[in-house]
């Protein structure tokens, strides 16, 4: 048995005869109390992931306001990983952030996302946000330049504070390739070889 059985027990010792009918009920409220306590409902947890995009939506804001290095100061744990797209993994806060001070010193530029969704977890101590960000800015001979792509950010919550315990972007394509490569799927027909002249390669390159 366990402690809280234990103390329920004891206490339906004491009561007397005539208040027996009201036992089954008394049980099903103590084991409702117990499996409430045991973890965050479905409404607790909707609740808790409307938290966490609310806490994604100030990281953005901080970072537009005061700058991206003070805005990750902030809403980083100080154990915190970052995995830049193309990059080595980070590892730390002070790291991080020394990192995107010297990245990006003496650039005109701007850094903005949206969270798409959050999912906390049954502790109600984990979760994650997802969504779009957008870079953009000018770099030193004056051309602009900007890029689009995905983020997740995990979360840990820690004295009742949401904080980034790990931070991952991955870049998108950009759109021209994409125009490259539809151009290339639908050849011009007049610039095919010959196939006469194609089997001539072909079987010259045999030997």
Not at 9 to 16: A, F, I, K, Q, T
Not at 130 to 135: A, R
Request: aromatic share 10%; with cysteine; proline share 3%.
């Amino acid at each position: 048995m366990t402690k809280d059985a234990d103390l329920i027990m004891v206490n339906l010792r004491g009561v007397s005869r005539s208040n027996w009918r009201f036992v089954p009920l008394v049980l099903l409220l103590l084991l409702g109390a117990c499996d409430t306590a045991s973890g965050p409902t479905v409404m607790n947890k909707e609740a808790a992931a409307r938290q966490l995009l609310e806490r994604d939506a100030e990281f953005a804001a901080t970072a537009y306001a005061q700058g991206v290095a003070e805005a990750y100061q902030q809403f980083l744990a100080e154990d915190a990983v970052q995995l830049p797209d193309g990059g080595y993994p980070i590892d730390g806060r002070e790291a991080i952030y020394e990192n995107i001070v010297a990245t990006l010193d003496g650039e005109d530029f701007s850094l903005t996302w949206e969270a798409v969704d959050a999912v906390v977890s049954d502790s109600g101590d984990l979760g994650y946000t997802w969504g779009t960000y957008f870079f953009e800015g000018i770099d030193e001979q004056g051309e602009s330049f900007g890029s689009e792509g995905k983020y997740v950010n995990i979360w840990r919550k820690s004295d009742d504070v949401w904080k980034v315990a790990l931070d991952v972007s991955n870049q998108n394509e950009p759109a021209f390739i994409q125009v490259i490569e539809n151009s290339a799927a639908e050849p011009d027909a007049d610039a095919l070889p010959d196939a006469a002249d194609t089997a001539s390669v072909t079987d010259e390159s045999l030997f």
